[in-house]
């Protein structure tokens, strides 16, 4: 799974990752203020440049950042051309209704600026959204993340700890097939049937990959044994308990409130009794997983004050959580929620250890094996 | 006793000729057995029927049965085997599921269900078994080439099978990494008592580790016995023992010192003349390409540092060093696919590279199509260049089949003849023997030394230093990204501590064709010129 860093000790423990994550996440749904999302991006960044390591998932964070900031783009031109009136006009562009049954609404006409800023900054939460996520994948090990399930979803987790590895292996497998296609004619590029030329061995390349991997992890045991009676059982109890909580939701909706509790605590007894089950009837042992450290439980406190640092700004009526664009003016900045977006760098204290370089000799065996030449060098 | 047995098997893979045809083999308990053939002959396949990927997860027709420690393969899949044969794949990365070395070699122990205080103790002796105690707690991907493949072979090692089955477990690593994971297996197999089947190409450094050696050919065994009786009469066998045959030596030699008490025990042959060197191109032509003090950085890294390189016309250049030292990095400055951070790469002609993997490049559904889909990228069609190269690099007989039913050694050629049909005078070929077989070999060094010689030049960054001596007029050496050496492939490979095999028994000749072309000159009468 060529991904993350190259070193050992990553400082924080998976978990510890997942709550900053979700605590960044709330930060943003809290603070959608654009300088506080601004600087929620700017602690991913600093969290991915000390803790990603070369690895192939902090590559894919600006990918993903760029991805997510063209879809920003799009959608604020999408609005903008739709949703017109107030004031503050930047141009008119000549305006087009639609016939009412594709919804009538008037494309182009007057762009505001208003509309554009308030599009922007609700697309910019979205950038806040995806940049969190991509750190995360950057930061984390994803087998300790497996190994943090409980051991009912050991396999399953797996498979998605693999499927997610194979991100980075994509992308160095579109650089190397870019790189062949301009080789090929050298250095002539020829748009034309590009796309094709270059995705069908993209695929091919992660086709031989996936049939490598998969037949390591069939020859390797994985997936070995039957399913014993506790896994049927287990299985039985799962979707009881799912079917419950379903059931729980028509409850709500139909307004009886009794009984959609009642249903819903019968329902998560039922599914937690069902990994329970099922983990006891795996019988697998994990090697050697990772124990938190007081070091994790003192950073995830850290992280988690910063929602609830927000909901008692808000509570206390600060205004500059939130910003509307209309009337047009500049966001807000207040030292309370500044503290709390700040909290979440408190991973970036500790720092891993420096990635050693794949290499098996050393200059001095080089400048050896050279020695016997030199007197035929001509450089 | 046999460890494994194969009675009758025929297998063919959906939509594909069959592979093996009634195939009968014992593999001895305890042996560390050879598998050798040419590309396409079915070694890699006659592998993976051990443990029984042939046929669960390949799929295909398949007749006769496959015993493997008393177990069928009929009715136990891999995962079931997975106690008594552990089986490495060719590319060492794409096996590894876990992110750790640690806790990829303990990923069989987890499947078999093993208490926590026997993994840990498994990990501990494989770790060890392989000398990568060290590498515990590094990531698969941040490893050189051998490392990787002693971590995938520590992998398929703890749940301590009976057997390993590693396939080419040497082609994609450097000669200092190769002898890194096949002292590893030879340790095991006497140590532990591991039987070992091991497929591989070059046969330098594996033939002389052998107890049998299996010689596979379209799908049926040729030979089976020790590798001296085997390799008598095989056409790639290791440069010594081709040495030996052609002044007929007994018994022939398998390793250099093999050879020189040959050569100490029989008279010296009456070798005329000098060695011409490689091919006897004419002299250099023209500057085709200049690199001037060229600094490359990747990721923060300095992987080229200060590197100078002139290519003429006529020339044929062997860039060789161990994996890492920048050699993809300088072919691919030099095909102006990555931008420098100090110095200049001018080229005077079209300058076209054949990536490493072939796969990267191949995506036509034939051959044929393939190659003339250059030419249509280049605005021209060219049936006369088409059906050169098809011919040059032996692939004709392949024009219509589709590339990726091709092994692995075809598709190299494959990808090269793509490249070279676009008619750019200046080649540069990355590993273009990984998976090639002697056949394959002789193609490729024909066709590069007569680009050659037609005035285009070609650069090939090569583990392989018999191929180089072959065919390299020039070689540098690159170490740590700087030129360790630079000069004419002669002098450069003679003064190497790995160098050709033949220098160690005949010196000044460097290859066996060498030694034959002096030998011919003395019997025409031993005029030197």
């Given at each position: 799974?060529?991904s ?12 510890t ?6 605590a ?16 929620v991006?700017v602690v991913?960044?600093m ?17 993903l950042v760029g ?6 783009v ?13 004031p ?5 562009w ?15 006409g007057t ?9 922007a ?12 996520f ?9 087998h ?44 002539r ?10 995705i069908?061995?993209?695929?091919d ?12 992890m ?8 039957a ?31 009794g ?46 004050l ?8 808000d ?9 509307v664009?209309?009337?047009?003016r ?35 065996t080089?400048?050896?094996v050279?020695?016997g ?7 | ?42 070694k ?8 029984g990927?042939?046929?669960h ?17 009929r ?5 079931d ?23 990829d ?25 392989l ?17 990787q ?16 089955v ?12 190769a002898d ?35 010689a596979?050919?379209?799908g ?34 398998l ?18 003349g ?31 540092h ?20 920048g050699?993809?990095t300088l ?10 951070e ?32 250059t ?9 006369v ?6 011919h ?6 392949l ?14 050629r ?7 049909v676009?008619?750019?005078p200046?080649?540069l070929?990355?590993e ?8 394959s ?5 024909d ?5 050659a ?9 090569t583990?392989?230093v ?7 007029t ?5 170490g740590?990204?700087?030129?360790v050496?630079?000069?004419?492939a ?40």
């Open positions: 799974m060529g993350g860093q190259g070193t050992a000790e990553r400082p924080w423990h998976a978990l990752w997942v709550v900053w994550a979700v960044a996440t709330a930060t943003l749904q809290l603070a959608p203020s654009p300088v506080y999302v601004l600087l991006i991913a960044f969290v991915v440049q000390t803790h990603g390591g070369s690895g192939g998932y902090a590559r894919a964070f600006p990918v991805a997510a900031a063209v879809f920003m799009l959608r604020v031109a999408l609005t903008a051309l739709t949703t017109h009136g107030g503050h006009v930047l141009w008119t000549p305006a087009l209704a639609l016939p009412d049954w594709l919804g009538g609404f008037t494309v182009g762009i505001e600026a208003p509309v554009v800023a308030q599009a900054a609700e697309g910019f939460v979205v950038v806040g959204v995806i940049a969190v991509a750190a995360l994948n950057a930061v984390v090990s994803h300790e993340l497996v190994q943090v399930l409980p051991r009912a979803f050991h396999e399953v987790g797996l498979i998605l700890a693999v499927g997610i590895a194979f991100v980075p292996s994509t992308i160095t497998a579109v650089r190397d097939v870019r790189a062949a296609d301009r080789a090929r004619t050298g250095g590029v020829v748009r034309r049937g590009r796309l094709v030329r270059q069908v061995p993209v695929l390349l992660g086709l031989e990959r996936a049939i490598t991997l998969s037949e390591s069939d020859s390797r045991g994985f997936a070995r044994g399913t014993s009676r506790r896994d049927q059982a287990s299985g039985w109890i799962g979707l009881a308990g799912i079917t419950a909580l379903g059931a729980a939701f028509v409850a709500l909706v139909a307004g009886r409130r009984l959609a509790v009642a249903l819903t605590g019968g329902g998560v007894v039922a599914v937690i009794g069902a990994i329970a089950v099922a983990s006891a009837a795996t019988g697998r042992d994990r090697y050697r997983p990772r124990r938190l450290r007081a070091s994790d439980l003192v950073v995830m406190a850290g992280v988690c910063s929602p609830v640092l927000l909901v008692i700004a509570t206390t009526g600060d205004r500059t959580l939130t910003w664009a209309s009337p047009l500049w966001p807000g900045l207040h030292a309370v929620p500044v503290v709390a977006v700040a909290l979440l760098a408190v991973p970036l204290v500790r720092r891993p250890a420096p990635v050693p370089t794949p290499t098996t000799a050393t200059r001095e080089v400048a050896a050279g020695a030449v030199a007197a035929e060098v001509t450089t | 006793m046999s460890a494994i047995t194969f009675r009758g098997v025929t297998f063919g893979y959906p939509d594909g000729p069959d592979a093996l045809h009634h195939l009968d083999l014992d593999v001895v308990a305890g042996d560390l057995t050879l598998v050798i053939g040419g590309s396409g002959s079915g890699s396949t006659l592998l993976r029927c051990v443990n990927l042939v046929p997860s390949s799929g295909g027709r398949f007749a006769g049965e496959v015993i493997t420690f008393g177990r069928s393969t009715d136990h899949a891999p995962r085997l997975a106690d008594v044969v552990g089986i490495v794949a060719q590319d060492p990365e794409a096996q590894f599921v876990v992110d750790r070395v640690e806790h070699v303990a990923f069989v122990l987890e499947n078999l269900r093993m208490p926590a205080t026997t993994m840990r103790r498994r990990v501990e002796e494989a770790l060890d078994a000398g990568i105690a060290h590498l515990r707690d590094r990531s698969p991907s941040s490893l050189s080439g051998g490392e493949q002693r971590a995938a072979i520590a992998g398929a090692l703890a749940a301590a099978p009976a057997a390993l590693l396939d080419e477990p040497t082609s994609q690593i450097d000669p200092q990494g890194d994971v096949l002292a590893a297996l030879t340790r095991l197999n006497a140590d532990l008592g591991t039987t070992v089947l091991l497929a591989e190409h070059r046969l330098e450094r594996a033939a002389p580790l052998a107890h049998r050696i299996v596979l050919d379209a049926r065994v040729q030979a089976v016995g020790t590798p001296a009786t085997v390799l008598a009469d095989h056409p790639g066998a290791p440069s010594v023992t081709r040495l030996g045959r052609l002044l007929g030596w007994d018994p022939l030699p390793t250099v010192r093999e050879a020189r008490a040959a050569a100490a025990r029989h008279p010296r042959p009456d070798l005329v000098e060695p011409v060197g490689a091919p006897g191109l004419p002299a250099p032509g023209d500057v085709l390409v200049r690199a001037r003090g060229v600094h490359v950085g990747l990721g923060g890294r300095s992987v080229l200060d590197v100078s390189f002139d290519l003429h016309a006529g020339e044929v250049v062997a860039l060789l060093g161990r994996n890492g030292a050699k993809s072919l691919r400055a030099l095909a102006g696919l990555i931008g420098t100090r110095g200049t790469v001018s080229a005077e002609v079209a300058v076209a590279a054949v990536p490493q993997n072939p796969n990267a490049l191949l995506f036509a559904s034939t051959v044929r199509r393939e190659l003339e889909e030419l249509r990228l280049l605005g021209r069609s060219d049936p260049a088409v059906e050169h190269w098809l040059a690099l032996g692939i004709a007989p024009a219509e089949r589709h590339p990726r039913n091709l092994s692995g050694g075809e598709r190299q494959v990808a090269i003849a793509a490249v070279a676009g008619g750019a200046v080649l070929l990355d273009p023997t990984r998976g090639m077989d002697a056949a070999r002789r193609a490729l060094h066709a590069v030394v007569a680009h010689a037609s005035g285009g030049a070609v650069v090939l960054a583990h392989d018999e191929l180089a001596a072959e065919c390299a020039g070689a540098v050496v690159l740590e990204g700087e030129v050496a630079a000069g004419d002669r002098s450069v490979l003679a003064g190497s501590l790995f160098a050709p095999q033949v220098l160690r028994v005949l010196p000044p000749f460097l290859t066996v064709s060498d030694v034959e072309a002096a030998l011919t000159r003395s019997a025409l009468g031993g005029d030197p010129t």
